[in-house]
């Protein structure tokens, strides 16, 4: 085993947690095998309180036009911006184009072309290592800290026929991001709520609910007739926190999760926060398992 299996190794012996199968596989020139594995709950202490009024705490969560992410609660106010994705992509480039310029140079069937081929897989996995780590920090650090997340219903298939958008799209992750953030979200108890496909988050104004049809790309400040103006990737998510606010009680928006085992995303634990972990509970320790740091090779 390359990856550290302590937590997991804790789980099993203290029978919180059974591996259901394994799956074997081989790519970028390493074996690898996935376990599947049936881990309780996680412990109360990890997850969302209850809200103890209906309406609060709603934070819309936008991708950036140079952020990767901005997010804001429904009074506009910012809470979190993520400017630092890594363009693991954009970055290995360069190299990758190197390498299968070299690649193609090479003989067929000879030991220089699979030395080659090798070389470019290593390559491929890791950018993939280092977008992986990045969109798993993010997404848990912003379910940590925020229990009812609205994020944008994105035609992301939709987007990636537009070539210009194609490759900043794939690189930042953003729908395996969503697809982390729903699952992470569940394990807590939390909400994610995504908001339909033509709600106009990025052009709408807060103030007076005129839809700006002549903004672009090319705008960063959001500035409406009426006198609002606000930062345009602020202004977006503050719009689609207040979407969350008054769509939240219709349980068609309601995320289903098929990672979650069927739970609803906002099912709570009544039974208080215990200090320990208890048989049949994932405890604080164990938070955090699906993590994988990048291999150093
Ligand atoms: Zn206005």
Redesign the pocket.
Known sequence: MHDDTRRLRRLLTKHRAKICFATISYHGGRWWCALNVEAADLHPLQQHPAHTDDVGGWVGVDRGLSAFLVAAADDGTEVARVSDAPKALAAGLKRQRRLSKSLSRKKKGSHNRNEAAAWLARHHRRVANVRRHFLHQVSGELVKTHDRIVIENLNVAGMLANRRLARAISDAGWSEFARLLKYKQAWRGGQLVEADRWFPSTRL?P????VDNAMTLADRVFT?????SADRDTNAAANLARWGHTHHDDDLHRSPDPQAGGRATNVRRRDGAGQHPRVGETSSDDAGTDVHTAPAA
Do not use: A, M, S
């Open positions: 104004c103030e007076c609910g005129v409406c007739g009426c006198g609002y």
